[in-house]
């Protein structure tokens, strides 16, 4: 009985637990759903609700009408928001492998962000910062998310532009970022990498010669220096 409902949980077939919360992290009955939402206690997946505001949703004239905005103003505001979060995220909490912006209308996924950390505990240190922090005005509202396979979570249907429900679909309609900010984001990874790289093979070297030195004033300096530079970097949100 143990492997059974081991073998059927978070499917469509476990009538005890959501299978939509366990895929996407969100279900459009919320509180109210008869299924139990079982919240991580630790996971790769930062979700920060409803962050992005869509200017195509939004935008109203005086008389409350909608105004129109272009494609190419549309695409560049969302680039801008993304590169923001992005940027801010990764150098607060840690390397980021995945982030991605929900397209959806419906109440529970609107403007969702899903931001995947390399570590489980950058994303875990990500969920206490944010949640003290505001973003456009308003107060962040970020939670662990059990998603970790976007393949499962997104709606194959949108991906082939074949999805009859719109942006009200109860699966992911994720909104994708320009060529050039993906290539330049995710390339900052490797980046990184290669300066961890040579940033510890120089603090081995700066070691030994401190050792052979016996030069204990420098290396406080040097902690006392990158302490300063930790403090400087930027906060947008």
């Not at 409902?5 to 919320?30: M, P, Q, W």
Request: hydrophobic content about 25%; some cysteine.
């Amino acid at each position: 009985m143990a492997e059974y409902l081991a073998s059927i949980f978070g499917t469509e077939k476990d009538k005890v637990n959501c299978s939509f919360y366990f895929k996407i992290g969100a279900c459009r009955h919320g509180d109210r759903c008869s299924r139990i939402h079982n919240k991580p206690t630790f996971s790769q997946t930062v979700l920060i609700l409803n962050l992005y505001c869509n200017p195509q949703n939004s935008a109203k004239s005086a008389d409350g009408s909608h105004s129109t905005v272009s494609d190419e103003e549309m695409q560049e505001h969302y680039d801008n928001f993304f590169e923001e979060v992005f940027v801010e995220c990764e150098d607060r909490y840690g390397e980021i492998e995945e982030m991605n912006v929900c397209d959806n209308l419906g109440d529970h996924l609107v403007g969702n962000v899903y931001i995947k950390f390399k570590y489980e505990e950058d994303a875990e240190k990500a969920v206490v910062d944010l949640n003290n922090r505001w973003f456009g005005g308003r107060a962040i509202n970020a939670e662990l998310s059990p998603v970790t396979d976007f393949r499962e979570a997104c709606c194959r249907q949108y991906e082939m532009g074949e999805c009859t429900r719109s942006g009200f679909c109860n699966f992911m309609h994720l909104k994708p970022i320009s060529r050039e900010l993906r290539r330049e984001l995710y390339s900052r990874k490797r980046r990184r990498s290669r300066s961890r790289s040579r940033r510890s093979h120089s603090r081995s070297r700066s070691r030994r010669r401190e050792y052979r030195d016996n030069s204990a004033s420098l290396e406080r300096f040097r902690s006392h220096s990158q302490d300063k530079e930790r403090e400087g970097r930027f906060g947008r949100f």
